[in-house]
């Protein structure tokens, strides 16, 4: 019995803070803005195609891997986990497009989703991108090229610096407007002879297949770009072990598992309750978690590895403590800060925590 309580008292003091790659010039006084009082941090090392180390696959903003190293020795000497917080498949924003010849968006633009009327997401300017609620520009999950390109990157890291974990972000689709790239249809198109396209620009279909046929191509199909996700997570989490088998694989999370699967085509309870992840952080970033709290845990297998993101940004401390009760009083494993700024500049966010 008295086992079983320490593992699960570990289990369940989680708490993480994401440090964005803009806070990086801080890394020698991070330590310092943190007061001990977290056990896990994720650090922000590849965004919108860019490195925060030197990288041999993409273009680096940083020369010397000098302050990576250091600030990995010193949160181990604290007794600290730190993850590369990676950026996925969000490869580009709202601002200017970068003239970087190595960077996907110029080398290799195919690279990138497509809608229905095969239009690459590349084809919308800023404003029709924020009329669709989209943050930028998404390389394809589908393709195998992308998915070897991403691969890369996370093995050169793990190879190259003592991580304890992996944390992916923004590995999901923009949106189920664009999962028509050609890769993903011809997947689909060589198990049931059809595309896709087909499902959402026309009528044909209705009239070959009947509407019942209709009705189960296009359950089929949206199961299929799940699937194929999934699978990716399946076959990275594979290869880590093979390279590390000690690291974490985490996921940042749409905190509504139903919209997460139906819009963006993130099926992470599957992930989480199939194993293909070691844990998840819901971004719950609202004034009201209790929905999070209750759906989520009537949806998977294991609670203590499932960590709910705060707001920091949006939130007071007085309201972030109240969360902070809430999920200590349920089963989970934690909570994660969004982010380091706004605790560096308000320390009484670090009171909120127990």
Not at 171 to 194: C, E, G, I, N, T
Not at 331 to 350: D, R, T, W
Request: some cysteine; aromatic content about 16%; charged content about 25%.
């Amino acid at each position: 019995m008295g086992i079983f309580l320490l593992v699960f008292t570990l289990s369940t003091d989680f708490r993480g803070i994401w440090i964005p790659r803009w806070s990086i010039p801080d890394s020698k006084d991070i330590f310092v803005h943190l007061d001990g009082k977290f056990n896990h941090i994720f650090l922000q090392i590849f965004a919108l195609g860019q490195a925060y180390y030197p990288s041999k696959y993409v273009p680096s903003e940083v020369e010397s891997d000098r302050w990576l190293r250091e600030f990995l020795d010193e949160a181990h000497r604290r007794k600290i986990k730190v993850s590369a917080w990676i950026n996925v498949f969000y490869s580009w924003g709202y601002a200017p497009r970068t003239d970087d010849q190595d960077h996907p968006i110029i080398r290799q633009p195919h690279w990138y989703v497509q809608d229905q009327f095969e239009r690459s997401i590349l084809a919308y300017d800023i404003a029709e991108l924020r009329n669709l609620g989209i943050e930028g520009y998404y390389l394809s999950p589908s393709n195998v090229q992308v998915r070897s390109y991403l691969t890369h990157i996370i093995e050169e890291i793990i190879s190259h610096y003592n991580f304890d974990g992996i944390h992916l972000d923004y590995v999901r689709y923009p949106s189920r407007q664009f999962v028509y790239d050609v890769s993903l249809r011809s997947k689909f198109m060589r198990r049931y002879y059809v595309d896709p396209i087909g499902l959402s620009t026309t009528s044909e279909l209705k009239t070959r297949y009947s509407l019942w046929g209709y009705d189960d191509l296009r359950r089929r199909w949206q199961e299929f770009i799940n699937t194929d996700l999934t699978q990716f997570i399946k076959n990275l989490k594979d290869n880590l072990k093979q390279l590390r088998p000690g690291v974490e694989l985490s996921v940042a999370v749409k905190p509504n598992y139903l919209i997460a699967q139906n819009d963006y085509c993130q099926d992470w309870v599957e992930w989480l309750n199939s194993g293909y992840v070691d844990f998840v952080c819901l971004m719950a970033y609202t004034r009201n978690i209790e929905s999070y709290l209750t759906k989520t845990q009537q949806a998977i297998q294991e609670p203590h590895r499932v960590t709910f993101g705060l707001a920091l940004y949006l939130l007071s401390p007085n309201e972030i403590r109240r969360q902070v009760e809430l999920i200590h009083s349920a089963p989970y494993a934690g909570v994660v800060f969004f982010s380091y700024k706004q605790l560096k500049e308000n320390k009484k966010y670090l009171y909120t925590l127990p």
